[in-house]
């Protein structure tokens, strides 16, 4: 059997009981949209981020651009992002008419910082995305966030892959004007099905958000904001997204444990491995090679699967090969060619885990 890079199937076996409840609930009641579950979920997801708000809609790219748009973005906009992070932020934009400006990221990190964030906006961006990318926090996100303040510049902590990461035990996606997750069954805190959420402090923000989700209603039937949609996280999924939270925490600890053993034990001199800080929720474990086909090509003799995340940056796209061809990105071009992905989610065996180690180690150019 291969050993895959999240396996579901193990994860929903492992809460099978408390997914079952939750339909179940939902059923009994026969209230299937925006109902009583997802204003419960909304409630405990934002007292757990450390917000006042929290919104729940379609996904985690609907999350994105309605924020985006709640925050003041729009056609012209130029907006800051990095180009590593799977085109997701960008097709948010794309569809406001929004402008990206991308940043290229640290080699180590794969992340945003400091100074390229504060050149950007000397450059005229007039609002940021920061990604926490494969669920490290950015380091810089506090004094980015002071930054975009003392700019009037609106800054968006895209969360899709940072579900319950914290630095110095505050939880990511309450630094920023706006914060966007993503429930997609594979995240650290999946639904059984697509699912997204914007949560914020900012009341207007917040206001805005819950008429741009649903056709720009401000009350039933009057629509009142422009570039709405219908996006809505439907009962069952917020349901089993409320059992599944209290149980988020201990996994992103054992997410934790399987990255730290992979890097004390991992010694292969053409493989870089991530580290992950103390409050870290590891949703991805990618490592850097040159070779990164040999590597897929040997791990494929052991039954264990991998992937890239991601191979074609967002500059790089065929529908931006009019207006990005020729911009250059180094660090963030050198990461598509050398990233590769190695399995690690909470429901891994000890013997998975050595099984990677072992296949890795092994390897030979």
Known sequence: MVLLINDLRARISCHRADIDRAI?????????????????????????????????????????????????????TKVAL??????????????????????????????????????????????VVITHLYGAPVGDISDIAHLCVENGVPMLEDCAQAHGARIDGRCVGSFGDA??????????????????????RNRT??????????????????????????????????????????FLDAENLRRREIAAFYLANIKHPEVALPKFDEGAAPHLYVVRTKDREGLRKHLSSFDIASDVHYPVPDHRQPCHSEMYGSMSLPVTERLSREVLTLPCFSEMHSSDIELVVEAVNSWVR
């Open 24 to 76: 179940a609930r939902v059923i009994d009641r026969g209230w299937l949209v925006l109902g009583p579950e997802v204003c419960t979920f909304e409630t405990a997801f934002a007292e757990y981020v450390g917000v006042s708000h929290c919104i729940g809609v379609g996904n985690g790219t609907d999350a994105l651009e309605i924020a985006l748009r709640a925050m003041g973005v729009s056609s012209g």
């Open 82 to 127: 990095a180009a590593n992070a799977g085109f997701y932020a960008t097709t948010a934009l794309l569809a406001i008419a929004a402008l990206p400006h991308y940043v290229d990221v640290d080699i180590e990190t794969s992340h945003l910082r400091l100074a390229d964030v504060k050149e950007a906006i000397a450059a005229g961006a007039e609002a």
């Open 179 to 200: 914060a966007s997750f993503s429930f997609y069954p594979t995240k650290n805190l999946g639904a059984l099905g697509d699912g997204g959420a914007i949560l914020t």
């Open 205 to 246: 923000i917040a206001e805005k958000s819950f008429a741009l989700r649903q056709y720009g209603w401000t009350t039933k039937y009057l629509a009142s904001a422009t570039g709405a949609r219908n996006s809505r996280l439907d009962e069952i999924q917020a349901a089993i997204l409320s059992e599944l939270l209290p």
